[in-house]
Nanobody
Framework: VRLVESGGGSVQAGGSLRLSCVIS????????MSWFHQAPGKERELVST???????YYSDSVKGRFTISRDNANDTIYLEMKKLKPEGTAMYYC????????????????????????WGQGTQVTVSS
């Protein structure tokens, strides 16, 4: 499975970006797709997830500002980011986990990077103050 992110860039605080993640194939009809971010010197953190049943999760730091969505026809996951803050500067990664169990636990938001076997290369987001 290949995941390819795009849409990153440089914006001023308060600005918006939309990230995209194209998935080459789906291993299962049941899945959990996610966005993580990783700032320099920090651990990779879960930002948002969406399951194949359209249940969503958002971390507290982005709730109300980010929206995750999926387009099955184009095998693409999106992350709409609004009111961006300088602390949002990071590499953003798309990741996928497959199977019924992963779908059920998807909205819980307790996953770590080890729960997702498939990853993209990341897209850089830089927010200036």
């Amino acid at each position: 499975v290949r995941l390819v992110e795009s849409g990153g860039g440089s914006v001023q605080a308060g600005g918006s970006l939309r990230l995209s993640c194209v998935i080459s194939e789906r291993k299962s009809r049941y899945y959990c797709m996610s966005w993580f971010h990783q700032a320099p010197g920090k651990e990779r953190e879960l930002v948002s997830t969406i399951s194949s049943r359209d249940f969503e999760y958002y971390s507290d730091s982005v709730k109300g500002r980010f929206t995750i969505s999926r387009d099955n026809a184009n095998d693409t996951i999106y992350l709409e980011m609004k009111k961006l803050k300088p602390e949002g500067t990071a590499m953003y990664y798309c990741a996928a986990a497959w199977g019924l169990d992963r779908m059920v636990e998807c909205p819980a938001g307790r996953q770590t990077r080890g729960d997702f076997p498939d990853w993209g290369q990341g897209t850089q987001v830089t927010v200036s103050s």
